[in-house]
T-cell receptor
Framework: AAGVIQSPRHLIKEKRETATLKCYPIPRHDTVYWYQQGPGQDPQFLISFYEKMQSDKGSIPDRFSAQQFSDYHSELNMSSLELGDSALYFC???????????FGPGTRLTVL | QKEVEQNSGPLSVPEGAIASLNCTYSDRGSQSFFWYRQYSGKSPELIMSIYSNGDKEDGRFTAQLNKASQYVSLLIRDSQPSDSATYLCAVRGGRGAQKLVFGQGTRLTINP
């Protein structure tokens, strides 16, 4: 079965640079969620989109923005990167709001 | 106090025995409860979901929910070395909440 696709899988950036993470949900899934997992931490919810509209917002820094496109893929844009942004970033998708969330393989972001 | 609490372990269980993982949550209005398994550096993988009080069994896994006590547990029967991982309890609140709130995870080791 098709799963959530994330790209890139690994990303290395310098402080103050920008990064764009992409997420392609499971086919037919219309809801996308972004989570950040720091070393030794549990995943923290950042933001979600349903039918291309922001549906919920968590602890996402103002330096980050995200959107969902007409084909339901989503992009997380991160600017003025800080060392503390180094983490695993997971995208999850579901079929509709409130349904079970399935996680992608994640993007490991390292900020030097 | 975290919204979702788990014993971080490590929990060590001999192969073939029953592993018991516990989770408590603070939001009494929570509606949906999930157990995810996460191997180091990998994404969370859904093991079980449970929505109503009682037990739910799926193969070697049994999830138990007690909303009155705000308690969720996962039992793994006939534990295998491949079950060694971190188990994340995740809760989705009520009132249309979409985000998952995770516990800090319990690290489980199955000893051959």
């Amino acid at each position: 079965a098709a799963g959530v696709i994330q790209s890139p899988r690994h990303l290395i950036k310098e402080k103050r640079e920008t990064a764009t993470l992409k997420c392609y949900p499971i086919p037919r899934h219309d809801t996308v969620y972004w989570y950040q997992q720091g070393p030794g931490q549990d995943p923290q919810f950042l933001i979600s989109f349903y039918e291309k509209m922001q549906s919920d917002k968590g602890s996402i820094p103002d330096r980050f923005s995200a959107q969902q496109f007409s084909d339901y893929h989503s992009e997380l844009n991160m600017s003025s990167l800080e060392l503390g942004d180094s983490a695993l970033y997971f995208c999850a998708s579901s079929l509709g709001l409130g349904d079970t969330q399935y996680f992608g393989p994640g993007t490991r972001l390292t900020v030097l | 106090q975290k919204e979702v609490e788990q014993n971080s372990g490590p929990l060590s269980v001999p192969e073939g025995a029953i592993a018991s993982l516990n989770c408590t949550y603070s939001d009494r209005g929570s509606q949906s409860f999930f157990w995810y398994r996460q191997y180091s550096g990998k994404s969370p993988e859904l093991i079980m979901s449970i929505y109503s009080n009682g037990d739910k069994e799926d193969g070697r896994f049994t999830a138990q929910l007690n909303k009155a006590s705000q308690y969720v547990s996962l039992l793994i029967r006939d534990s295998q070395p491949s079950d060694s991982a971190t188990y994340l309890c995740a809760v989705r609140g009520g009132r249309g909440a979409q985000k998952l709130v995770f516990g800090q995870g319990t690290r489980l080791t199955i000893n051959p």
